[in-house]
């Protein structure tokens, strides 16, 4: 089992559709991220939660909803995207928020989004 | 606030030449700061760190130098392989902490043989 595994790899949806996206981490992390990865542009946080407690929205708009049901398992379901939503969507884990947790992020492969 | 600005790429070297890609920052106090590589369908991976002035994070054959007087942390290998072709990704922590993370746009390496 690799480190961070997200699923799909890759997804197309219309605008109207809902679909979601899957992350599991299998590194005893107690922190799990989501960023999105636009070209020429600097990775954006979305979302960060802690023990399964969302910790910070990055005023991310709502037709993107994170759930986080464990702290192994993250989850972003899409409803009513725009064309400007596709990107590659990275998950990403560590131990920590503070404390044990050095900085480093161990990521997902990603899930390339697109949307017509 | 904090923001990383790269250089822009593509940068594209020879296989055994010598790479330099810059990073400067912007922060309040004393950040760590990072350097992340991507590989071809990969999701990011660190490649190295430093958490205070005057540090040299080092991985692989790369290098980078926490300079405060300049507030760069370029990143340096004295001979590129085809291996290395990735994009590479600057960052700061203000906390140390993962959860405050500011990433930079990345810079592509391309190297040829």
């Known amino acids: 089992e690799t480190g961070v595994t997200q699923t799909p790899r890759h997804l197309v949806m219309g605008m109207t559709n809902k679909k979601s996206l899957k992350c599991e981490q299998h590194?005893?992390?107690?922190?799990m991220y989501w960023y999105k990865q636009s070209a020429k542009k600097p990775l954006e946080l979305m979302f960060v939660y802690n023990f399964k407690e969302q910790t910070e929205n990055n005023s991310v708009p709502s037709r993107f909803s994170p759930e986080c049901p464990n702290s192994s398992h993250l989850f972003l379901h899409l409803h009513t995207l725009q064309p400007e939503d596709s990107a590659l969507y990275l998950c990403?884990?560590?131990?920590?928020?503070?404390?044990?947790?050095?900085?480093?992020?161990?990521f997902g492969e990603g899930s390339r989004l697109t949307v017509l | 606030g904090n923001s990383v600005t790269q250089m822009e790429g593509p940068v594209t070297l020879s296989e055994e030449a010598f790479l330099t890609i810059n990073c400067t920052y912007t922060a309040t106090g004393y950040p760590s700061l990072f350097w992340y590589v991507q590989y071809p369908g990969e999701g990011l991976q660190l490649l190295l760190k430093a958490t205070k002035a005057d540090d040299k994070g080092s991985n692989k054959g790369f290098e980078a130098t926490y300079r405060k007087e300049t507030t760069s942390f370029h990143l340096e290998k004295g001979s590129v392989q085809v291996s290395d072709s990735a994009v590479y990704f600057c960052?700061?922590?203000?906390?140390?902490?993962?959860?405050?993370?500011?990433f930079g746009t990345g810079t592509r390496l391309q190297v040829t043989l």
């Open positions: 960052a700061l922590s203000p906390t140390g902490t993962a959860s405050k993370l500011t």
């Open positions: 990403a884990s560590s131990a920590g928020l503070a404390g044990t947790n050095t900085g480093e992020l161990f």
């Open positions: 590194l005893g992390h107690n922190a």
